[in-house]
Structures are given as C-alpha cells and as structure tokens.
C-alpha cells in the first residue's frame, strides 16, 4: 500500500500560488513544481480562488467596514472611489503589500456587506464640527479642480440614507472681460 504524505497548505501560501498564476510568467506546471504540490492541488486552489481571496484579504474587509460605519455614524458622504482608497490604506498598515482593489472587489465587498447606493435625501442629520473643518482644510481648496456634483452615498440596506444642514456659506466667481479681451 502506497501511502503519500500529505501536505498542509497555510492561507498565505495559497494566495501566493494564486498571485504566481495571475502574474502570467510562468506555466501552471512550472508553478506546481515551484511549490512542490502536485497539478491536481493547483487545479483545487484555483477552484476555490474566491474563498481563499476573501479569506486572505478578511481583515482589510473588517477593517475598512468598521471604517464604514463610522462614517455613516458621522453622516460622511462614501462612494466606491473613496472606499478602494482607504482599504489599499488599510491593505499596507495591515501588511498586506500585494493586495490590489479594483471596482469588482469593492462591489463585492459591498455585496457581502449588505451596502447599496443611495440618492441622499433630506437635512435630518447634522455634521461633527470637526468633519466641517476639516471639509474646509483639505477639500475647500481643491474644490474647482475636483469638481463633481453628488448626491448619492453608500449606505447599508435597509437604512434610511440623511444628509446633515447643508451649509449657507457660498463662493461665487465672477469673471469679466471686455469683448477684445484687453481686458481681463
């Protein structure tokens, strides 16, 4: 009788071999025997890839849903955009270097979380001071670069989606110019 030993494969193992196979350098057989696992363990980590992945990556995805609901409690406007930037943030005080996002992570993550998009509705809420300064400090500024009009968040479903006072304050451009443009 012909007994094999078996070998355990940790998580971070598995994600490499993932990672070596989605680099595209070298062949699946080249990559098994890199490993020393046979095609057949390669072909059953392929297989279960997703479940690998969201194991691997489970911390950043705690981490950045915590993030969530704090900013959901502060009545912070979220989009996909700004979400993919803070859990690569996460990803690197996490450790975890080789981790990429891209829009079909974050709509899973926010599949698997239960969040969806929302139009926002309604002054019900009011914003911490310190969210108003700080929108002050850092966006105020880069205001007419980054310009994009949005009324819409994400939010967990099920919830009722506010937005705070909007503020009264208002920056109004007026530019003038003669009509042979001498002067402006």
Known sequence: ????????????????VLTAVDSGVKFKKQIASDFGIPASTL????????????AYNSNVEEA???????????????????L?????????????SN???NNSWIKRFEQHQGIVSKAVCGESASVHKNVTNSY??????????????KDVTLQM??????????????????????????DK
Do not use: W
């Open 1 to 16: 009788m012909d007994s094999k030993k078996h070998k355990a494969l940790s998580l971070d193992t598995k994600y490499q």
């Open 43 to 54: 072909i059953t980590i392929l297989k279960q890839r997703e479940n690998i992945v969201s």
């Open 64 to 82: 950045l849903f915590t993030y969530f609901r704090g900013a959901c409690d502060l009545n912070i406007p979220l989009s996909g955009p700004s």
């Open 84 to 96: 993919a930037v803070k859990v690569n943030e996460f990803a690197v005080k996490l450790g975890q």
């Open 99 to 101: 981790f990429e996002t």
């Open 136 to 149: 002050k400090e850092t966006t105020l500024p880069n205001l007419p670069k980054d310009y994009e009009p």
């Open 157 to 182: 479903k099920g919830e009722s989606c506010h937005r705070g006072k909007r503020s009264k304050e208002r920056l109004t451009v007026v530019l003038c110019a003669n009509m042979d443009g001498t």
